[in-house]
Structures are given as C-alpha cells and as structure tokens.
C-alpha cells in the first residue's frame, strides 16, 4: 500500500537550516503529487509547497514563499523541504502527502505521513 515516511526534523537554533525528506513506497511518485503541510500547537493546518513528480513542477503558499524550497529525487522517490532562515514560530510538526493536483488544498490529499517534529529554539 501508499505510505510516506518523513525523517530530517528536530531541533535547531533560530536563523539555522533543515532539510525534510519525504520517502514514498508502494506507489511510483511519477503519478503523484506530493505536498508539505505543517502543525504547530493551537494552530491551524497550514500548505507550505507541493510538487509534481512527473515532471517536478511546484506551487508554494504565498505567505510562506522564500524561505521553503521543495523538491524531488525521482530514482529516490522522496521529496525534500528545505527551510532557511528558521524562525521561533517554524516550529511545527511537518507532514508530507500524496495526492494527484498540484494544490494545498488537503482535501485532494489520500495518503499522509506521520509526520517529523520541527522545533526551533536557542
């Protein structure tokens, strides 16, 4: 079956980068496209970037653009999400997920991952 594993999260000082990777199995990415949500306490889900695989095309929320860098590896099958410039308030717990639009609306998403905590903190 669909699943997708996220790993790359933890703890990180203010100002520093992180890389997030999101590995695919059970499904070619080619025929899919992958989205980054994150989580943070009290807040509400947020689309930070997707990514088609067929031909790696992206879309980025706005508010967030900048800072968030995604992208592929098709012989790997994962998605990355590089953050920079990391912020007090980037800390979240991220999600990847697999759906077939190149849009954050998470209702079209199927298939998500458990997720990798991302906590910025000096």
């Known amino acids: 079956q669909l699943q997708l594993v996220e790993s790359g999260g933890g703890l990180v000082q203010p100002g520093g980068s992180l890389r997030l990777s999101c590995t695919a199995s059970?499904?070619?990415?080619?025929?899919?496209?992958i989205g980054w949500f994150r989580q943070a306490p009290g807040k509400e889900h947020e689309g930070i970037s997707c990514?088609?695989?067929?031909?790696?095309?992206?879309y980025y929320a706005e508010s967030l653009k900048g800072r968030f860098t995604i992208s592929s590896d098709r012989a790997k099958n994962t998605v990355y999400l590089r953050i920079d410039s990391l912020k007090p308030e980037d800390t979240a717990r991220y999600h990847c997920?697999?759906?077939?639009?190149?849009?954050?609306?998470?209702?079209?998403?199927?298939?998500w991952g458990q997720g990798t905590q991302v906590t910025v903190s000096s």
């Open positions: 059970g499904f070619n990415l080619d025929d899919y496209v």
């Open positions: 997920a697999a759906g077939r639009l190149l849009t954050l609306y998470e209702g079209q998403y199927d298939y």
């Open positions: 990514i088609r695989g067929k031909d790696a095309r992206t």
